[in-house]
């Protein structure tokens, strides 16, 4: 049930009219039912509602939703027939050619799909209007014209505009209609209209729809594509006026609600509407005749999807065991709820009876509880939580969990306290029956969150172990997780991040012992379908590079001389890099071990952006040395920090001997200038604002904390600095003379200075950007650089190719073969 404020707390409903505003309502909206004891009709009149009067216009949530969904499948199918124009033309041929054997079923379809497209809407229109329905009959017409128009306004930019490929496929380069405007217009009327909920009528018009398009098609007046789209559009259209202009509004009125108690024997004598519940649930208090009262929530069938989005989108994230559907009937959610408050009232925990429920015709149900004088959780001060309300709140779970019964909400909106101190659950909406250990688990972590955020980590703890004793506690202690609790959870954790590793510590001290399996809820995290996206934007970026040159002609006429000495400076590098790191570790690491480490991270780098895997790889590798976790981090990172600084000296270098010698070859352009100006100031604006600044800082100082004192172990010993500083040199210089053996094996004239500061701000762009490896970036940005510096496009890019295959993908597979036989020995 949900969150009730009553009137001894002092609120009263922020929507509540006066009487003077109720008496002033049209008496249609009286109703009249039978009077349960006596048999003669008793009218509803004496009955006040007081709620504000209900719009006679409602905005869906599903109508925006089905719009969206069709814009979906729309670019869908756009690119499923860009990727298949050849199947889709050998299908338009045999049509054609199937239509020309049997020319007068062709003409007989013509016929009729012409006439019927125009008479069925007609009809339908008439009958609508005779049942005194000619609004509806309004919105369609609006739906038409806005279809009609925007079918031609979109043909006329597709014929005119710069997609080619689509107006061919639209159009299937004939001079016809790229969307057909008539067939555009009649889906929106019928979208509009809501004719899919008229069976018959439906099927009527979708089989004059597809004799249309079949007598347009057998006549090559459109395509399969244009015929899919146009429909599609239509669709779009009408749910956007739908959305737009709204719907009449089919809520029924409160005095429906009073009607329908009445049929429940109830016998109510006020009503007033209070505020709605958590999930825009409409929620009356009802007075009865025998001094008691009813606390009634409306479920309306239009908000059934409200929130639909949130909820798919935890669905497809989270793996938690629920078994509740996203998108939920009124009749499924109206059942879901009753039985969890049997469930709960069976269980012997204390929550509202619920004393009944029935629909309220076929647009809402209700479901009427008994009334109880609470007030929630969030309202009670923090200082009058003491242990032994604490104790009632796990008492009262515990009863749930025995019974295998999970809450779902237990935040100080589902949990109250009524006048004796006693704690009452309510909001059984969001819960469930028969639930596994994970929900449960997850009903004790949620609970455990939210009063360590009321009264402190130490606490919470210790009054949930004395009741659900120690094991309970260590078995929730993995989903002591931020993406496992409510939204409102979150949101306070955020203010106070160190309320879980407080409950973490409370927990490992009181079963120091206990050992639980780790439990990951997320099935993927927002960053990796980031990185996923931008991969794919990375790989659309390569592959267009690729289409651009031939690469059999790119391999076969490069110079071998030249693509050896890259090949080699390629496998020099993974070699300096285990130097560097070897350099910064003053315990003993294998040369050649190590080396393979650094292959291994070349095969990491396909599913990690380039600053990212490196680091993470090393990491491990020395944590597996049995180097301490800070001890690795701190190498790693003073690694990190040494190489920036030679990555930014050796920038400099390169470039101010470039500009003094090669002035000629390699002068920068004002749009390069520009760009690192921009640049610079971009740089200067996020270290000038405090909470980029804050941010940059505590990302800084986690990777760099022990770094300093790292440093210092290492210049103690000569031999282990020289190590340091000549792997950290190798590794860029091994680079630079990559990609100039790489520009030389093509016959480019381009000094080696100029390449090493392309190189070097190509480099930078890679490990800054999301992609794994610098995918996309680093091709795009090393084409560009050697462009500026005066070689030509089509040169610069078979290079820049020539030089990715030997350092990124050619070290995949012996850095799959190394990462795996790493991971047998356990040294990874």
């Not at 009356?284 to 989108?313: C, F, H, K, M, N």
């Not at 004796?420 to 949620?446: H, K, N, W």
């Not at 895997?613 to 981090?633: C, D, E």
């Amino acid at each position: 049930m949900e969150k009730f404020h009553h009137a001894w707390s002092g609120r009263e409903g922020a929507e509540s009219l006066s009487v003077a505003d109720i008496s002033e309502r049209d008496d249609t909206e009286d109703l009249s039912t039978e009077d349960p004891a006596g048999g003669e009709p008793r009218s509803d009149t004496d009955v006040y509602v007081v709620e504000p009067l209900l719009p006679q216009r409602l905005r869906r949530p599903s109508d925006l939703l089905r719009f969206i969904a069709t814009l979906v499948v729309l670019g869908a199918v756009i690119l499923l027939a860009l990727v298949a124009k050849q199947t889709l033309n050998g299908l338009e041929a045999d049509v054609k050619e199937g239509a020309d054997l049997v020319p007068l079923l062709s003409r007989i379809a013509a016929f009729l799909g012409g006439a019927a497209v125009l008479i069925v809407p007609a009809a339908f229109a008439v009958e609508r209007v005779f049942h005194r329905d000619g609004l509806r009959v309004a919105e369609g017409l609006i739906a038409a014209i806005v279809g009609m128009a925007g079918s031609f306004l979109l043909g006329q930019w597709l014929v005119s505009g710069t997609l080619d490929d689509l107006r061919v496929l639209l159009t299937g380069d004939r001079m016809i209609e790229p969307l057909n405007t008539l067939l555009t217009s009649v889906v929106a009327y019928a979208t509009a209209v809501r004719i899919s909920r008229r069976p018959t009528w439906r099927m009527l018009m979708w089989t004059t729809i597809a004799l249309y398009i079949l007598a347009f098609f057998s006549g090559r007046q459109i395509t399969i594509p244009s015929a899919v789209v146009t429909v599609l559009v239509g669709m779009a259209i009408g749910y956007a006026t739908l959305y737009g202009v709204g719907s009449p509004n089919t809520r029924p009125p409160g005095s429906a609600v009073v009607a329908a108690l009445r049929k429940l024997s109830f016998s109510p004598i006020t009503a007033r509407r209070i505020e709605d519940d958590h999930q825009g649930s409409r929620r009356y208090a009802i007075g009865l005749e025998d001094g008691t009262s009813l606390d009634v929530t409306v479920l309306d069938r239009d908000r059934q999807v409200a929130g639909l989005p949130y909820r798919l989108w935890r669905r497809i994230r989270l793996n938690s065991e629920t078994r509740r559907r996203a998108i939920r009937s009124l009749r499924a959610e109206l059942e879901r709820e009753a039985l969890m408050a049997y469930a709960a009232q069976a269980a012997g925990a204390s929550t509202p009876r619920l004393l009944g429920t029935s629909e309220i015709g076929t647009e809402a149900a209700l479901l009427a509880y008994e009334h109880l004088d609470t007030r929630p959780l969030d309202d009670v001060p923090d200082d009058e939580i003491d242990d032994d309300l604490l104790a009632q709140i796990w008492e009262q779970v515990g009863l749930l969990q025995i019974q295998r019964l999970a809450h779902r909400r237990l935040t100080g909106e589902g949990i109250h306290l009524d006048r004796a101190g006693r704690i009452v659950l309510t909001d059984p909406r969001s819960g469930e029956i028969a639930a596994g250990d994970l929900l449960l688990r997850l009903d004790v972590a949620q609970l455990l969150t939210y009063l360590a955020l009321r009264v402190g980590p130490e606490r919470s703890v210790r009054a949930a172990a004395a009741v659900m004793g120690p094991d309970a506690l260590a078995a929730a202690m993995p989903l002591l997780q931020r993406i496992a609790l409510t939204r409102e959870t979150r949101a306070a954790l955020a203010k106070n991040k160190k309320v879980l590793p407080g409950l973490r510590e409370q927990i490992v001290a009181l079963k120091p012992q206990g050992k639980v399996e780790e439990v990951r809820l997320e099935r993927f995290r927002p960053r990796t379908l980031i990185t996923i996206i931008l991969s794919a934007i990375a790989a659309y970026i390569v592959l267009s590079q690729l289409s651009q040159v031939d690469v059999y002609t790119v391999v076969t006429t490069a110079n071998w001389a030249w693509s050896g000495v890259a090949l080699v400076a390629s496998f020099v590098s993974f070699v300096a890099a285990a130097f560097m790191l070897r350099g910064f570790v003053p315990e003993h690491l294998p040369l050649w071990r190590t080396v393979l480490v650094q292959l291994a991270s070349s095969f990491v780098k396909l599913v990690a952006p380039a600053a990212v895997g490196g680091v993470a790889i090393n990491t491990r590798y020395l944590q597996k040395r049995g180097i301490r976790p800070a001890s690795a981090v701190a190498s790693v990172g003073a690694s990190q920090l040494i190489m920036l600084v030679f990555h930014i000296a050796l920038l400099l270098l390169f470039a101010y001997i470039t500009g003094s010698n090669t002035a000629t070859s390699f002068t920068p352009s004002r749009g390069l200038v520009l760009a690192l100006l921009s640049v610079a100031l971009l740089a200067v604006v996020v270290l000038g604002l405090p909470p980029l600044r804050r941010l940059i800082n505590k990302r800084l100082r986690g990777l760099f904390s022990n770094v300093l004192p790292r440093l210092l172990d290492v210049l103690q010993s000569p031999r282990k600095m020289v190590e340091a500083s000549i792997g950290t040199l190798m590794i860029t210089i091994a680079f630079v003379v990559c990609l100039y053996a790489c520009v030389q094996a093509f016959g480019g004239e381009i000094s080696f200075t100029a390449v090493a500061v392309v190189y070097l701000t190509a480099n930078a762009i890679g490990s800054a950007a999301p992609t794994p490896g610098g995918l996309g970036a680093v091709e795009a940005a090393l084409i560009l650089g050697l462009t500026l510096a005066g070689l030509p496009r089509e040169l610069a890019t078979s290079a820049v190719l020539l030089h990715r295959l030997l350092t990124f993908w050619l070290p995949v597979l012996p850095g799959w073969a190394s990462f795996t036989y790493l991971q047998r020995h356990e040294a990874l």
